[in-house]
């Protein structure tokens, strides 16, 4: 009875959490440390990094291009059923842009990709963590960090944001030609309005947060994954926790990135 | 010479080694039995150090494995080969880049000419035919991936060889298949080994000594004909259980 009544204690359960949250971070951090240290072993990462990177680019593009497409339509249908009569229609240009380029394309992206991208890392890497092959690559005096983690997250840090630029590209562009069908709007007003409020930091804006999430889709399922517990069932949770905990950072990340970059 | 000294483990509350003892000398083959469950594949894993005792010391060539620097470590595994239970293949390699990975020497790994000569001579060495090389191990029985196994702890040319159940999960010609290889090896490649095992024909046949972990501790070691003698309840009680098991005896 009384462990029952001690566990149940609010203040233990909150210590808890805080450790383990703790626990996670210190191992999250060592497994970086351990991505810097492997680096160096460029002969064994780059090749498996192309690999990943054709998988993430190509195998993601119909999916990201699909879903900035359909934000950048419905963007552009929402603004004109607002804006109509009270503010000039090339403001649809601004706000399409603005919202594709600084939030929508990156953060709509991010979270599709780390369920994607998230829940393939946290599974492949937790299968072979239950079926004894990270052991086996360790036992062989190799670095797991240089053949499974690295060629992951550089693959991810560099298709992610190229993934985020085609999203942009195409949330624009549809959003112009959904703007077109229920506005009397033409290029050159849709053109205008983006071109009003534009800031070329707003670019890069993008890429930055695209880089940030990248780091946080591709660093986290390989934490998961890489410290599955026993079974099918281990797997099971670490995919989950992967997808969950890396969209939970994706969305902290927009909040943090936006008050440093943007209101600072 | 690998050894262990009052190495203890536990996982939770969960005691798996209570104190093990346990030498083996350069150029035997050492069988450790015990029924499933027992932590003979936690000890096995302590020695190459993927695993690391909470109390205790693993000596391997007077090294103290738990202590050792990353870069010592990984001197210290291309001196040793690991069989795993069931493989521990690269799903997404084929046969040539899993065993490929077990050549220690960087210089070697990179020769492709090297290499490739190298993977088929272990290949060979296992009896497997060179056609496999190219294949995947999703398209190997458990035999053939558990000869692939093999052959990739030791295309290395290792000093040591652990054997993890290499033949659990097999049917009794494929057993007594690996177990003849593993006599060769011993034989041919001079290597000092340890087969975990629960199967005692397969030990009896392969090993120059045995050693029975039971109850987190090792409860005997000696030759057959000790074990054979033995009036150790718990000797006897798991040597009369692998006997009277059919599976084991057709082996």
Redesign the interface.
């Given at each position: 009875m009384a462990t029952a009544a001690t566990t149940s204690d609010p203040r233990v359960l909150i210590g808890r959490a805080i450790l383990g949250g703790m626990a996670h971070v210190g191992r999250v951090s060592m497994l970086v440390v351990e991505i810097f240290r492997g680096l160096k072993e460029v002969r064994i990462w780059v090749p498996r990094a192309f690999d990943e990177a054709w998988n993430i680019g190509v195998g993601s593009l119909f999916i990201v291009l699909l879903v900035s497409a359909f934000a950048g339509g419905v963007t552009a249908y929402q603004a004109g059923y607002q804006f109509t009569g009270s503010l000039p229609y090339y403001v649809v240009g601004t706000l399409v842009v603005e919202s594709i380029v600084l939030e929508l394309g990156p953060v709509l992206v991010g979270l599709i990709l780390a369920g994607r991208i998230g829940a393939r890392y946290a599974a492949e890497l937790g299968t072979m963590r239950v079926t004894e092959q990270i052991d086996a690559l360790e036992s062989l005096g190799r670095s797991p960090a240089s053949h499974l983690i690295i060629p992951r997250v550089v693959a991810g840090l560099i298709m992610i944001p190229v993934l985020v630029i085609f999203a942009d590209i195409v949330g624009v562009g549809a959003g112009l030609w959904a703007a077109k069908q229920v506005l009397p709007l033409t290029n050159a007003d849709f053109t205008y309005g983006a071109q009003y409020f534009w800031h070329p930091f707003d670019a890069y804006y993008s890429l930055i947060k695209a880089f940030f999430f990248a780091a946080a889709i591709t660093i986290i399922p390989c934490y998961m994954g890489f410290t599955t517990g026993q079974g099918a069932e281990g797997v099971g949770r670490s995919t989950t926790a992967a997808v969950v905990s890396s969209s939970v950072i994706i969305l902290l990340l927009d909040v943090v990135l936006a008050k440093v970059l943007l209101n600072s | 010479m690998i050894e262990l000294r009052g190495v203890k483990k536990k996982f939770g509350d969960q005691v798996i080694l209570d104190g093990v003892d346990f030498v083996v000398q350069d150029g035997e083959t050492v069988a450790l039995l015990g029924p499933s469950g027992t932590g003979k594949s936690v000890l096995l894993?302590h020695i190459?150090g993927?695993i690391k005792p909470d109390a205790g010391q693993v000596l391997v060539d007077g090294l103290h494995v738990a202590k050792l620097k990353r870069k010592e470590?990984?001197?210290l595994?291309?001196k040793?080969g690991?069989v795993?239970?069931?493989g521990?293949?690269?799903?997404s390699d084929n046969v040539f880049e899993n065993v490929r990975?077990?050549i220690?020497d960087e210089t070697k790994y990179?020769d492709p000419d090297y290499s490739r000569e190298r993977v088929a001579q272990v290949i060979k060495l296992v009896n497997l035919p060179a056609d496999v090389i190219d294949k995947y191990p999703s398209e190997l029985s458990g035999g053939m991936r558990k000869r692939v196994g093999i052959a990739?702890a030791i295309v290395?040319e290792p000093k040591y060889l652990l054997y993890d159940e290499p033949t659990s999960g097999l049917d009794p010609v494929n057993s007594d298949i690996i177990d003849g290889l593993v006599e060769r090896l011993s034989d041919e490649l001079g290597v000092t080994g340890i087969m975990v095992t629960h199967d005692v024909r397969g030990a009896f046949r392969v090993a120059d000594r045995l050693a029975l972990l039971s109850g987190g501790k090792i409860i005997m070691q000696g030759t057959q004909e000790e074990f054979l003698a033995s009036e150790n309840p718990k000797v006897k009680e798991f040597l009369e259980r692998d006997f009277e098991n059919p599976s084991n005896a057709a082996a």
């Open positions: - | 894993k190459i993927l470590l990984a001197q595994r291309y040793i690991y795993f239970q069931n521990a293949l690269f799903d990975l077990g220690s990179s990739r290395g």
